[in-house]
């Protein structure tokens, strides 16, 4: 059906590996700092709450500059990172995974934020005279009532994360089997006159892969309803 | 011998709050018109609400003391609480709420508490529902009975009945005389229904606008009839 090369399906295998892997690292993160916009008055909580909004906003080529001269090899916090963790991003796919984690990181924290604050905090007090400290209130009572919503953010990462282009090619480049995506595939092709016909496989799959992390969210959606409500 | 001992003062807002009373066993009612301050009386003897000034002590151990710096966090204390609302856990059917309790401090299965709770309570049939599924009066023993399984100390109902319609009352009190007497786990029982304390109370604290005006044996109810607050 779909005649693709080699170097398509690396290009595929590249993408979901990154999609995963940034989505995965970005849930600790996201479920962290939407518990703490959700649930705490700080200093500085405005600015957490626009820092971690800006990569909506702001041009992906300036985020992907400022992970370059931040995570880059000569970066303050890439070269801290390789020399003490042994952890390179710069054009490397991981550098490709941080770039789309950081991409699909507001999308993943804004629905994840409002189903902890939809949360009846009386529920929470009700576990605690039960004998449910902090943390197991936390993991039994706040963790599964936030689920449909963390969901939800998962999906719009993970989908983000599958599409990132601008800021992934200004940090990590365009280097096939290590940073060639889908996207970045499919631009290479298309930027070859004639190209078009071999771009179309690629673009098949890119909506393929879209209409399934749909229909999967959907799924799972309706699953956490069921199990909340019975029907 | 009194079981709890009450000696507490906190703003509120407008209302002054200052509270002082003992309890023996059996049930003690709290009193008094809403707004009197006896729901934030409870929740401060469950740890839900932290008071000014004054001490809260169960039995011989001191749950609270403002001057000793004690607050003993709401999941150390073993108070069982019965929620207006209920406040089952959408996402856990009946028998996960019932052995919520049992399972967050860590005990063996108690396959005999277990059957004793429900049959008491007469919720066997519902035990794999959510709690979506239940009727108001269904939801309120499931609450009773998962508040009983987490073997409390004491017990403290605020307002059981309150989002129960008549027959739904009718309902449920009798299980409620029935854990007075045979669970032997001293209650308080908050209420502004002087009927209903009249089936349950065996010694009454009357609440009036943050302070303990009255305090004694069910008689205090009846003189509480004229006031309209019946």
């Known amino acids: 059906m779909l005649n693709l090369s080699p170097a398509e399906w690396t290009a595929i295998e590249l993408s979901l590996r990154i999609a995963i892997v940034a989505t995965a690292c970005a849930l600790p993160f996201g479920i962290a700092v939407g518990w703490l916009l959700a649930r705490k008055n700080f200093w500085g909580k405005t600015a957490l709450d626009g820092l971690v909004h800006l990569p909506l906003v702001l041009p992906p080529v300036v985020t992907g500059y400022l992970l370059l001269i931040s995570f880059g090899r000569k970066g303050p916090i890439g070269a801290f990172l390789d020399e003490y963790f042994g952890i390179v991003f710069s054009f490397r796919w991981t550098g490709a995974a941080l770039a789309s984690a950081v991409m699909g990181f507001p999308l993943m924290v804004r629905p994840i934020r409002l189903a902890l604050e939809a949360i009846d905090r009386r529920l929470e007090d009700a576990a605690a005279t039960l004998g449910a400290n902090h943390l197991l209130v936390f993991l039994t009572i706040t963790l599964p009532l936030a689920l449909p919503g963390t969901i939800a953010g998962v999906v719009l990462c993970f989908a983000r994360a599958l599409g990132e282009f601008g800021a992934t090619i200004t940090f990590v480049s365009n280097i096939p089997g290590e940073t060639q995506t889908i996207s970045a595939a499919i631009y290479t092709f298309i930027q070859v006159p004639g190209g078009d016909a071999a771009a179309a496989g690629l673009v098949l799959i890119a909506i393929v892969l879209a209409l399934a992390a749909l229909i999967a969210s959907e799924w799972l959606a309706r699953r956490a309803a069921i199990r909340f409500h019975g029907e | ?230």
């Open chain 2, 1 to 230: 011998m009194s079981v709890l001992s009450v000696n507490v003062e906190k703003q509120l807002g407008a209302l002054d709050l200052s509270v002082r009373f003992e309890a023996a066993r059996g049930a003690t009612a709290l009193f008094g018109s809403s707004g009197a301050g006896k729901t934030s009386v409870v929740n401060m003897i469950a740890g839900l609400l932290t008071p000014d000034r004054g001490s809260i002590a169960l039995d011989d151990t001191v749950l609270f003391d403002a001057a000793a710096g004690i607050n003993v966090p709401p999941y150390q204390r073993r108070i069982g609480y019965v929620f207006q609302e209920g406040r089952l856990f959408p996402h856990l059917s009946v028998r996960q709420n019932l052995d919520y309790g049992r399972r967050m401090s860590r005990r063996a299965p108690d396959a005999s508490a277990f059957a004793r709770v429900v049959a008491l309570l007469e919720i066997g049939p519902l035990l794999d529902r959510r709690p979506r599924m239940l009727s108001g009066g269904e939801r309120q023993r499931v609450a009773v009975g998962r508040a009983l399984l987490m073997r409390p100390r004491l017990l403290l109902l605020d307002e059981p009945l309150a989002s129960l319609g008549v027959v739904h009352k009718r309902e449920i009190l009798p299980y409620l005389v029935r854990l007075r007497d045979d669970a032997g786990v001293p209650m308080v029982y908050v209420s502004h229904t002087a009927a209903e304390l009249r089936r349950i109370a065996t010694n009454v604290v009357r609440l009036d606008a943050g302070r303990v005006t009255a305090a004694g044996g069910v008689e205090l109810l009846d003189e509480a009839d004229g006031d309209a607050l019946g």
